[in-house]
């Protein structure tokens, strides 16, 4: 990197916050990606950690003036690629602007600034605020506000609360070009123009950085239980799930595991499942604000599950129980991780989860290779982990491109979108282009060029090279 430049990024944010040799930048270079299909990083880089807004927006005019692309980074827990560096850049992480975290209680929100990470959201409202929670989970607890934000960041509680973009209700965000937007706010409806917060969210660090946010919170509920529901045929597992949504319980989180995927997460935690038999299982929460409230949506759950099919209900009722069933749940990724060649996350119309899983199943048949399918079948986005044990590397890698190709064409087929919650990055910019229609493209190609003219920000991710 040019001297000039780390010197004139020192100048604003002081010498100790800026990274430049390779060993120190190497930490910043990847996210959780599958290195199998991330592209190598750039590594003529150089690391930037301004403090405040303030410092965001000069470190963007300087790099405006100089015309040197800038890769945002929050907690680097992207499965796209969406922080990889594919050009000499600057990257800014946002590990330093972390200083605001203030709830509301009388707006019912919470406004953080972007390096806050979801764990300390979480740890905060646990230890400071009795009544109000954050209602998602949308990631791994490393996450940023900011990232999450930017991500639109989805998980397993999406069935009954949505995503981020339901609860992001104003942010402030440094454009390319260095001018500072305030959008949004706390109120409720807001018609005023387009609306540019939303096209911010979900745009992965490409349309401008997200300094602070501020998102809503929910009334605490009294209390969850966690049914573990064993089936020996998975697809009437699967099946389960809409006579779920239509019975008028709404779950918090219905998951969908295959045996392997357990077994996977009971390797990763040394914890042991609840239940022993069963080919598949659903992973259902339920909240409410009572005990009475629980028993009686549980009851009504086993009830729909029994009739399709389940061998068995395990009921946890205890905090502990529920905590050791979502840690094995959590680190199924961990245990599957060397083996996975990428964690697919096709998103498909609920109606359609059934048919998405089984016929993804015969296409992995077809190739010879295992696909671990498990996750948020409540909301149709059931992840997939195509397993390249027994192969050789040169093996794999010349049939799974047709794979990949053959799950996306089913998910088109079915209604469905080729990523529901990990987004486009890096990874998956090509499969953009061919999913979607010519218009499409060049409004999204539009849309970029006119908050980054000079194509500066987070270059060669989601739609522009
Ligand atoms: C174990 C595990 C479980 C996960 N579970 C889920 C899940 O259930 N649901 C889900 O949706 N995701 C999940 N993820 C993915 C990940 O946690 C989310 O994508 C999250 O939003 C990334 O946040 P981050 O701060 O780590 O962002 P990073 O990885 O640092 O960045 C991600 C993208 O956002 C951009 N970005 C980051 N911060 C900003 C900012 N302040 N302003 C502008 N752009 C920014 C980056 O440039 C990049 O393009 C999971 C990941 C792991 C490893």
């Not at 040799?21 to 190598?40: A, F, M, Q, R, W």
Request: charged share 25%.
């Amino acid at each position: 990197m040019d001297p000039k430049v780390i010197e004139g990024l020192k100048s604003i944010v002081g010498p100790n916050y800026v990274i430049s040799d390779p060993e120190g930048v190497k930490p910043y270079l990847l996210d959780e990606t599958s290195k199998n299909i991330c592209p190598e990083p750039f590594l003529d880089v150089v690391v930037v950690k301004p403090k405040n807004t303030e410092e965001v927006s000069k470190v963007m005019k300087f790099a405006y003036n100089n015309e040197i692309p800038v890769v945002p980074r929050g907690g680097g827990t992207g499965l796209a690629g969406g922080v990889v560096p594919i050009k000499p850049s600057i990257i800014l992480s946002l590990e330093r602007i972390k200083e605001k975290i203030e709830v509301d209680k009388g707006n019912l929100t919470m406004t953080c600034d972007a390096g806050v990470t979801l764990g300390e959201i979480l740890e905060h409202l646990e230890k400071n605020i009795e009544d109000l929670w954050f209602p998602l989970h949308p990631g791994d607890e490393g996450a940023t506000i900011g990232g999450l934000a930017a991500c639109n960041a989805g998980g397993a509680r999406a069935v009954k609360y949505g995503v981020m973009r339901n609860y992001v209700a104003g942010m402030t965000v440094v454009l390319p070009t260095g001018e500072v937007l305030r959008l949004g706010g706390k109120m409720v409806k807001n018609v005023t123009g387009y609306n540019l917060m939303h096209l911010l969210i979900g745009s992965e660090g490409t349309l401008g950085i997200i300094t602070e946010v501020t998102f809503r919170l929910r009334p605490k509920p009294w209390g969850t239980y966690t049914l573990v529901v064993p089936y020996e045929d998975p697809n009437k597992a699967i099946e389960t799930v809409p006579p779920i949504l239509r019975s008028g319980v709404i779950p918090l989180a219905i998951e969908y595991i295959e045996k392997e995927g357990i077994e996977a997460g009971e390797k990763a935690t040394g914890e042991k499942w609840p239940v022993k038999e069963g080919q598949a299982f659903l992973m259902i929460v339920l909240e409410g604000m009572s005990e009475e409230e629980l028993l009686s949506m549980s009851e009504k759950v086993a009830e729909i599950c029994q009739g399709h099919g389940a061998t068995d209900i395990f009921l946890a009722d205890t905090r502990r129980q529920q905590e050791r069933i979502l840690k094995i749940r959590s680190l199924i990724y961990e245990g599957l991780k060397d083996e996975t060649v990428e964690i697919l996350d096709v998103g498909v119309p609920i109606a359609s989860i059934a048919e998405f899983v089984n016929e993804s199943r015969k296409i992995g048949e077809k190739y010879g290779m295992k696909i671990v399918q498990y996750g948020h079948a409540g909301d149709g986005n059931v992840h997939q982990h195509p397993l390249k044990t027994g192969f050789k590397e040169e093996e794999w890698r010349e049939f799974y491109p047709d794979l990949k190709k053959e799950i996306f064409a089913l998910a088109r087929r079915l209604g469905g979108t080729l990523t529901a919650e990990h987004g486009i990055g890096l990874i998956k910019r090509e499969d953009l282009l061919s999913y979607l229609s010519e218009e499409e493209i060049r409004l999204m190609k539009g849309i970029k060029s006119l908050f980054d003219p000079k194509n500066l920000l987070n270059p060669g991710k989601v739609v522009v090279l």
